[in-house]
């Protein structure tokens, strides 16, 4: 008898989803982008990360909780993207929204900068790349690069062809950034909003100073100002 891993999987992760979430994840599977479940990979603060397969390919599934994500913090992040002006204030809309901007975000800073290629999304679900090789690859606090320099100057690079693609990524760290093979990857771009974005400019900066200050206290001498204006100039 061949029994199908993914689908097993599935049956034994169901009761960690709601019924309306148990649906989108079989949509997905009735539209053959995944056969099943692999299993959880990181239960996030607003999200929970799993992996998925289709055929030999893995690939990560994100859920954004219905229940218990803050939808307040999301409808106030939303608001100030032109893109989203017109959006009403209902929590299902909104992660639905939310879901949507990063699934968008991602599929124009995939082609510029190293970042998972989103493959569809419905509902509160998004299905992307999975970035590693037999494990998902580390974030950056947890793997400091061999090259700090190097890897720190790829970081200003990419946030520098995310702005000029007219992107700010709006929640970068140390978190959000994995160190692949010692090349950033960006992640969680749900936040990342569009330059026109009045806070943009704000958002860039807390950017750059957060993940500068992570390269600062582990020794790498840095000039916060400078690569701000390498971006935005
Ligand atoms: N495409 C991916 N490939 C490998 N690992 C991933 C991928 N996406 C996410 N992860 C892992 O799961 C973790 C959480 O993902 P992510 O940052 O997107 O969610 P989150 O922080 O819960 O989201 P949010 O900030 O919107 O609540 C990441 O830090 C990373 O370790
Ligand atoms: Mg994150």
Not at 201 to 220: A, H, M, P, T, V
Request: proline residues 4%; contains cysteine.
């Amino acid at each position: 008898m061949v029994i199908n891993k993914g689908r097993e999987a599935f049956r034994i992760y169901k009761n960690v989803f709601d019924n309306f979430t148990i649906q989108t994840i079989l949509k997905f599977m009735s539209r053959k982008y995944i056969d099943g479940l692999i299993g959880p990979i990181m239960i996030g603060k607003e999200a929970n990360i799993f992996l998925a397969e289709k055929g030999d390919l893995k690939v990560v599934m994100k859920i954004y909780r219905l229940q218990s994500c803050n939808f307040n913090t999301m409808y106030g992040y939303l608001k100030s993207d032109p893109r989203y002006v017109n959006l009403k204030k209902q929590r299902r809309k909104v992660i639905f929204k939310w879901v949507q901007r990063e699934f968008r975000n991602l599929k124009k800073s995939n082609k510029i900068i190293n970042a998972p290629k989103p493959y569809s999304f419905l509902n509160n679900v998004l299905l992307m790349e999975y970035i590693g090789d037999e494990n998902p690859a580390p974030q950056l606090k947890d793997k400091y690069p061999k090259n700090p320099k190097k890897f720190y100057d790829e970081i200003i690079t990419f946030a520098k062809k995310m702005y000029e693609a007219g992107l700010v990524h709006a929640d970068l760290s140390e978190y959000n950034i994995l160190n692949f093979n010692e090349s950033p990857v960006f992640i969680d771009m749900s936040q990342s909003t569009s330059i026109t974005d009045y806070l943009a400019d704000d958002y860039l900066k807390r950017d750059i100073n957060i993940i500068s200050n992570f390269f600062i206290k582990n020794g790498l001498e840095v000039d916060v100002d400078a690569s701000i204006k390498r971006i935005s100039d």
